[in-house]
Every structure is written in C-alpha cells, then in structure tokens.
C-alpha cells in the first residue's frame, strides 16, 4: 500500500473521476435548462391530441346518455310515482351537456388547434375536461336512477297508504261520531217515552229496560274506544241497537194494546168462571199464553228482538181474536146485558153536541199551535168532510159527529217523532211501519172520550182504499166505514192542494182530476162525486188557503 507508483495511479484515477462528475453535473444542469425552456412547446404540441381525445369522450358520453335516458324514460313510465325535482334535474342537465358539447365542438373546429396559442389551448382543454367531468357525474346519477327512483316510489306509496290510513280513519271517525250521534237521540227518544209511559204497563220492566241499554250504549263507548271491533261491524252493532231504541216504543204501544185487551179478557173469563161457572177458553191456552205474554214478549221487547215478539204478539192477537166475541157473547147472554151503543153516552141534545164539537176544536187548536208543522190540515179536512155529508143528506147530528171525526183523524200523530213526519227524503219500511200506526194512535185517543165511540172507527179506518189496499186492515168497498171513506177523500185532497214537503202542490183542477181518477180505486165512487159538489162550494176559500202557503204533513 505504500509503493509511490501505486499511490501515484490512484491519485490520477481520483482526479479523472472529479473530472467526470463535473461534467455529468454540468450535463444535468444544462439538460434542465434545456426541458424547462422546451416545455411550453412540448405542452402546446400535446394538447390538441388531449383536445381532441376529450372531444371524442363527450360525443361517445353523450351517446351513452341518450341511451341511458331512454332506458329511465321506460323505467318513468312503470313507475307510479316520480320525483319532479329529480327528472328535471337529469334533464336540465343532459340539455345543457349536449348545448356545451355542441358550443365547445363548434370553438374547437373552427380554427385549426395548432393555430392556437398555449393559452387558448389550455383554456379549451380545460372546458372539454370540466365538460367529460359533468357528464360521467350525469353518468353516475342516471346509473342511480332507476334504483332512485323504485326507492321513491315505495316512499311515495307508503306515504299515500299512511294518507289513506289516516283519510280512512278521520272518514270512519266520522261515521262513528254520527252513528253515535244518532244512537243518543234514539235513546233520548225512548228515555222520553219510558218517562211518560212508566205506568202504561204491568209485564214490561221500563226500569230493567233502561238500564240494560244503558249498559249497551256504554259498551258501544268502550268498544270504540279499545278498538277490539272494526268499524263495519261496530256501526251495524249501533245500527241495530238505535233500531231497538225506535222500535221499543211503538212496539211497546203495541204490547200495551195486547196486554191491556188480554187482561180484560183474563178477567172477564175468571168473572165467566166465578159468577155462572161457564168457561169457554181452555185452561192450557190461558196458561201458554200468560207464559208468553208475561214472560217471553217482555225479555224480547228489551232486547229488540223483534221479529219473534211481532209473531209472539200476532199469536196472542189470534188468541184474543178467537176468543173475544165469543167471551163476550156469553157474558152478554148470562149477564142479559146489551152490548154497548155510544148513543147511550151521546149528548142528548144540540147544544150538547156543539159543546163537545168546541171542546174537540180548542183541544185541535192547541196540539196545532204545539205541532206547528200540521198547519190547519184537520180543520181543512173536517171542512170538506161536512160539506160531503151535506151532499149526501146526513142529519146535523151525523154531520157533528162526522166534523168532530175530522177534526180528529191525525190527531195520533203526536205519537210520531217530528223528525218523522217532517222528513223530506224517501222513508224506510221501518219508517213507514211506524207513520202507519197513527190511525191506531187517533183511534185510541178519540175511544177515551166516552161520547165519541161511534166515530172510532171513521177515525180508524181513514187510510183504507176501496180496492182493499190501504191500512191498517185492508178493508175493501162496503166495509169500510161511510164516514172513513169521507175522511179520506178529504184528507187526500187537501193534501194534494197545499204544500207537501216532498212535493209542489196541485192546483184546484189538477186535484179534483186526481180525485176522479181514484173514484173506485182508492175512492168509494159514491163519495166522490158528491165530495166534488161539496169542494166546488167552498173553492175561493181553499185556494184563499193555497195562497198562504199552509204545509200539509205525510198522511
């Protein structure tokens, strides 16, 4: 290691070395200098390429957008909802990518790029670049799109299901709160009645009654509230209760009627029995009888059951039928006792006879005055029932009684609810059922009064045709009373000349041929023409009467 000549080879070999590296880094300095200096030319000579492949992306993007929105146009028209925001968007962006493709392919060609400075080329290159940006964004939105959209969609469906939901259930509680509604007032009506009648009935427990439909009417609350029924069958189940709180009344009225005509005849056999030691009805009829009346017919009174307590009633109805005249003709037999006349009762005079006639009118005037809505409709039909007694020569006396029937033949209708014989629209057979008892309902009132017996059953039978199809018993012609068949021609007319509240009124000529048209059909031929006569006479004052307006009730 220490030989000169060594030592002098490794000197050189060093300071060739430094020599080298001197140059090499001289090299890279000046090759630096040389590429920052040939850069913008390298740049400028690359873009029109880049420019030009950025163009080629956007017309090729464009193609595939056209594409994929014809793909989501048929993905739109599946579906039932869209979202406006959304598919404007998609759109307004698609518009404008193909407006700035158009703009900038229209900058690019129309001068040559490498006529084109550095700074206009890396202008355009940027605005193709930003342009190939937003289009592979608009790429990936529509991408998303139609999963987008089916998610929407189900947002948008269960959202109108929630809508209904909660339409169905602001509509339901509607219905419940007027169904409801409608329940209170059948129970107010029935409570009214039950207060009135408490004492009408021996075998109907009024008491029992309401409490048990109290008791009803609170599970009606309760079910409601826990919601352990659907509505449907909670409203027929208030449906069917308020039918029970309707119908308990009349039937009651029915029941009473029954009841009171079985117990006379119970009592009149047991006085059959004790005082002549006759008997004419077999002991195991009374026995089953009692045993539906006093047992049966009041549980399905109160539980509404009306179908077996109409053919319960009917039954017992038929039992009486059967057994009345023929009771009543052994007792008329033993006791040698005459059947009774109201002549027995009558007046026994004119002035008598007017007396009562006034009582009846200041009695008509005040139920008039209390029921507003009857207007002067039995006056009118007492006015015209006169008349046509007069054209058929009845006597004074006759003509009273006739005047004081007409006077009286609706006067049943305070029996009726008003909301009842006010109603406008078409009524239920139910409804109908219950406007057809009041000829029973008068009847029963003008029976009360001892002196007017006889004109119960002008009174009664008022609503008969002559055809037989009218009611309450469908008599035809000759059975029906003369003063029933004067009463309901009366009626009849004055109903069609004054204000119905279901139609206009006829005028005097159109009901006269109305009139005419019945005679034989629903009129006794021998009534009309003579009924005619009579309202001739007095047409000034009924259509005096027509000009006021005077409202005539269902009849």
């Known amino acids: 290691m220490n030989n000169p000549k060594v030592k002098t080879v490794s000197n050189s070999i060093e300071e060739i070395s430094h020599k080298a590296e001197g140059k090499t880094e001289l090299n890279a300095e000046r090759k630096s200098i040389f590429w920052k200096l040939t850069s913008p030319y390298r740049e400028w000579r690359n873009l029109p390429n880049e420019i030009r492949t950025r163009s080629e992306k956007s017309q090729r993007n464009l193609i595939l957008l056209h594409e994929m929105l014809i793909d989501y146009r048929l993905a739109l028209m599946k579906a039932n909802h869209m979202d406006p925001n959304i598919n404007r968007d998609i759109w307004k962006e698609f518009h404008q990518a193909k407006l700035t493709h158009e703009t900038l392919n229209e900058i690019t060609s129309k001068k ?4 084109r400075g550095l700074k206009s080329l890396k202008r355009l290159n940027f605005e193709w670049q930003n342009l190939n940006n937003k289009q592979n964004e608009l790429l990936g939105i529509i991408t998303q799109a139609p999963a987008a959209l089916k998610f929407y969609n189900l947002k948008m469906t269960y959202a109108e299901v929630k809508k209904q939901e909660l339409m169905d259930d602001e509509y339901n509680e509607r219905r419940f709160s007027e169904a409801y509604s409608a329940l209170e007032m059948a129970l107010g009506y029935v409570e009214e009645f039950i207060n009135k009648h408490e004492n009408s009935s021996k075998i109907l427990e009024f008491d029992e009654a309401r409490q048990y439909w109290s008791e009803k009417f609170k599970e009606i609350t309760e079910l409601h509230k826990s919601g352990r029924m659907n509505i449907e069958d909670l409203l027929k189940k208030m449906d069917s209760l308020k039918n029970v709180f309707f119908e308990a009344p009349p039937m009651a009225k029915w ?5 009171e005509r079985y117990t006379r005849l119970v009592n009149d056999h047991d006085l059959l029995i004790n005082m002549y030691g006759k008997s004419v009805i077999p002991t195991e ?8 009346i006093n047992e ?14 109409d053919r319960y009633l009917k039954q017992i109805e038929a039992f009486l039928n059967i057994h009345e005249p023929v009771l009543q003709e052994e007792l008329a037999y033993q006791e040698r006792h005459r059947p009774w006349s109201a002549n027995g009762d009558a007046p026994k005079d004119a002035d008598e006879l007017d007396m009562l006639t006034s009582f009846v009118q200041i009695m008509i005037n005040a139920i008039e005055a209390r029921e507003s809505h009857m207007g002067d409709h039995s006056k009118t039909v007492a006015k015209l029932a006169r008349g046509t007694a007069e054209e ?24 009726i609810p008003e909301t009842l014989l006010t109603k406008t629209g078409p009524l239920s057979e139910n409804e109908i059922q219950i406007l057809r008892m009041h000829p029973y309902y008068s009847a029963k009132i003008v029976e009360s009064i001892k002196a007017l017996k006889d004109i119960v059953p002008w009174v009664y039978n008022h609503h008969e045709r002559w055809d ?13 009373p003369l003063g029933a068949s004067i009463i309901a021609v009366a009626e009849a007319f004055s109903a069609m000349i004054f204000n119905r509240l279901s139609r206009e009124p006829l005028t005097f000529d159109q009901a006269i041929a109305e009139v005419r048209a019945g005679s ?26 027509q000009q006021k307006g005077f409202t005539s009730l269902l009849i």
């Not at 040559?112 to 006529?115: D, E, I, P, R, T």
């Not at 009829?285 to 539906?292: A, H, L, M, P």
Request: hydrophobic content about 40%.
């Open 112 to 115: 040559s790029l490498f006529m």
């Open 255 to 259: 029941i009473t009627d029954v009841e």
């Open 285 to 292: 009829e009374i026995n089953e009888t009692k045993v539906i």
């Open 296 to 309: 049966m017919v009041p549980r399905l009174w109160m539980n509404g059951e009306n179908t077996p307590l």
């Open 392 to 415: 058929l020569q009845w006597s004074e006396q006759e003509i009273k009684y006739l005047q004081i029937a007409g006077l009286m033949h609706d006067v049943g209708k305070i029996w």
């Open 468 to 480: 037989g199809t009218g009611y309450p018993e469908g008599l035809r012609q000759n059975e029906i």
């Open 520 to 545: 034989g059909k629903q009129f006794d031929p021998d009534v009309t023409e003579q009924f005619i006569t009579a309202a001739t006479k007095i047409r000034p004052a009924l259509e005096e009467l």
